[in-house]
């Protein structure tokens, strides 16, 4: 089993408030990734990072950001958070092998009232 | 547009029976992963298979990839309820940095 962590698992929050969803891996991997999955739909890549310091934007445009200050956190931020950000948040990592998988947290599912 | 598409969206077999999931895609790849999802979970890796292999087997798994169509196909045989979940194949395209970029997702029930 892979060893990345996501909290919370659940989160029902009203609109305009500031949201930090955390996301760990202990597996020293280099890249991680975020991704929005609406039920029953297809995952989209909102945020990458090869590195400490490196984030890049993804091919779904997000009003949230990220940081990566450590190789194993890339937490994820929406300041004002709205019913249209409400979506589960999956992270995942991987090694800078191509040719090797992502690994994924259980995912947030977070609820904008 | 979708890199991947799946078919079918939906599949419902007995316990025992075999599953098979399509996946089309556009554009040249390094490789084609195929991923699992039960409900209210993240994804777990099944297979991988690169552009220069034609298939793989895991168990009762065997994933082929024809380049030539662009396309994959995930098989389970003597499934089990166990095997409900969603599958969705993803594919890490040439000069992408590693992004993959999912299909929509077979959803499989297996009935005991």
């Known amino acids: 089993e892979a060893d990345i962590y996501q909290t919370p698992r659940y989160l029902v929050i009203g609109t305009g408030k500031k949201i930090t969803l955390e996301c760990s891996q202990t597996m020293g991997h280099d890249k991680m990734y975020w991704y929005q999955q609406d039920p029953g739909m297809e995952l989209h890549l909102i945020h990458y990072?090869?590195?400490?310091?490196?984030?890049e934007k993804g091919d779904l445009s997000s009003e949230s950001t990220v940081s990566r200050i450590r190789t194993e956190h890339f937490p994820l931020t929406l300041e004002s958070a709205r019913p249209s950000h409400t979506s589960q948040y999956l992270c995942a990592s991987s090694t800078i092998d191509s040719n090797q998988p992502q690994h994924f947290g259980d995912g947030t599912r977070l609820s904008i009232l | 547009s979708q890199q991947g598409e799946e078919d079918p969206q939906a599949l419902s077999i007995q316990e025992g029976e075999n599953a098979t999931m399509n996946c089309s895609y556009k554009t040249s790849i390094n490789n084609l992963q195929w991923y699992r999802q039960n409900s209210g979970r993240g994804l777990v890796h099944l297979i991988l298979?690169?552009?220069?292999?034609r298939e793989k087997h895991s168990g009762r798994l065997r994933v082929t990839l024809d380049t030539s169509k662009k396309s994959s196909s995930l098989l389970i045989t003597a499934s089990r309820a166990a095997d409900t979940a969603s599958y969705f194949c993803?594919?890490?395209?040439?000069?992408?940095?590693?992004?993959?970029?999912f299909g929509q997702g077979t959803e499989l029930s297996v009935k005991p």
């Open positions: 298979i690169r552009s220069n292999e």
């Open positions: 993803a594919t890490d395209a040439n000069n992408q940095g590693g992004k993959l970029i």
């Open positions: 990072s090869y590195g400490v310091n490196s984030t």
